[in-house]
């Protein structure tokens, strides 16, 4: 029994990788991160945006990437 349940959960985790929610999910996250710690973020149209000029825009990018990223994690237990 106790094999059957390992080869249950490896075929959930294998499913999370080829899930596109997560990948997306995982991708939007990873940004947010690297936006957060850089203190840069892109934005169309104005190329970069630093945290030191503009805070309050910068803040709002990182949290439409922050809030995106739970959505996708989330849509992948829909």
């Known amino acids: 029994m106790a094999v059957g349940v390992r080869r249950q959960m490896e075929d959930r985790v294998a499913s999370l990788f080829t899930d596109r929610f997560f990948l997306l999910g ?12 850089t203190g840069t973020a892109i934005t169309r149209g104005q190329g970069l945006i630093y945290r030191a000029k503009d805070p309050k825009t910068f803040w709002c990018l990182v949290a439409i990437s922050y809030l995106g990223a739970i959505f996708f994690y989330a849509g992948v237990h829909v």
């Open 26 to 37: 995982s991708l939007l996250l990873l940004v947010a991160v690297i936006e957060t710690f």
